[in-house]
């Protein structure tokens, strides 16, 4: 019985956050592995296009709930979700046109582009935050847990309960939809193949009459409807603040490049071992230990390797141990 509480312990504070937050760092870094594998650059802006698409949202979920629209069990988020990726779509097709077009036909070197997505990372980061304000920001509504923590207890008779939210089910199916269409997108539709065949020789692919600019809209579409998707999720999971996706791109690219930039495959399993390396070093793990030890031998502190305020460091420590020994990433990047 103990060993079985340890493992429901370890699940609800361990192995379901960490799926949940894998999910939207995989998200996040589908949206930076695209950027870099077909127009070439790290595109440093992307935390904040995030917070624009979730703003979006946001102010849409407001709205239909001052309407007394919703959705039911689910989130109304979810009604909002198509409304904020359009307003995300508006955002970086006008930003490549105004911005990134230029330094693409100047065919500027990628750290000319990187430093170009920092000074827009800045203006976006300063118009969220003048629009929606600096604090948290609630905007979940629906039903709380799928499962809660007493009906678990009531069903199994264990002392520990187990409690999955519906924000936390809802981030691994939406999450699970949006890489099948992704992948189905690049490995069967027209415009993935030119878009794969574009990021693989660019040369090639303009002579064999793809258009430059069309790939480039689409990825910036994707990589909108992605940015969105990831956002809100990670919105609604936890809580919607400006700032926060500011911090949330150090995660997102070392997820990148730990499963190798330019890989999609690989930004999903880089997604997941970030996720899962922060969320196991900064769990104090007392509680499981109480379980599985015998009473002498019960831990008196939190056993706790880091507190949760390091937790991008975590993601950070990773980041370099991979780029010293294994700079291509778990799955060889550079090509989608």
């Known amino acids: 019985m103990d060993f079985l509480n340890a493992i429901v312990a370890l699940s609800n504070f361990v192995l379901i956050p960490a799926i949940a ?26 935390g904040d296009t995030m917070a624009f698409g979730s703003m979006v949202t946001v102010l849409v979920t407001w709205w239909f709930q001052s309407m007394g629209i919703s959705f039911g069990p689910l989130p109304t ?5 198509p409304f904020g990726i359009l307003g995300c779509m508006a955002l970086v097709l006008i930003t490549d046109r105004a911005v990134y077009r230029f330094y693409r036909e100047q065919k500027a070197k990628p750290v000319i582009l990187v430093i170009v ?8 980061n300063g118009v969220v935050r003048f629009i929606i304000g600096p604090d948290d920001q609630r905007f979940a509504d629906g039903e709380r847990f799928i499962i809660s923590a007493r009906d678990f207890k009531e069903m199994t008779g264990l002392s520990e309960g187990l409690a999955i939210k519906t924000t936390q089910g809802i981030t691994v199916v939406v999450a699970v939809v949006a890489v099948v269409l992704l992948f189905w997108f690049l490995n069967r539709t027209r415009t993935g193949k030119s878009m794969r065949a574009y990021s693989d020789n660019e040369d090639l692919a303009l002579l064999s009459g793809i258009n430059p600019e069309r790939v480039v809209m689409y990825t910036w579409l994707i990589v909108a409807a ?20 500011f911090q949330l791109l150090l995660p997102i690219f070392a997820a990148a490049i730990v499963g190798g930039l330019g890989s999609p495959l690989g930004a ?44 991008f460091a975590v993601s ?3 980041l370099l141990i991979v780029l010293l020994f294994r700079p291509t990433g778990l799955f060889r990047g550079k090509s989608v």
């Open 117 to 124: 997505s920092m000074g827009v990372m800045f203006i976006l």
């Open 21 to 46: 937050y894998g999910s939207q760092l995989a998200l996040g870094a589908l949206g930076v592995t695209l950027i870099y594998g077909i127009l070439r650059f790290s595109n440093f802006a992307h």
């Open 316 to 318: 950070f420590v990773i």
């Open 226 to 245: 992605l940015a969105t998707v990831a956002g809100t999720l990670y919105g609604l999971d936890k809580s919607f603040k400006p700032f926060v996706y």
């Open 268 to 311: 999903i399993a880089g997604g997941f071992v970030i996720a899962f390396s922060e969320v196991t070093i900064t769990y104090a793990w007392k509680k499981v230990l109480v379980y599985l030890l015998p009473d002498a031998l019960e831990p008196s502190g939190l056993v706790q390797l880091l507190s949760t305020d390091y937790k």
């Open 77 to 81: 988020a979810l009604l909002a979700l």
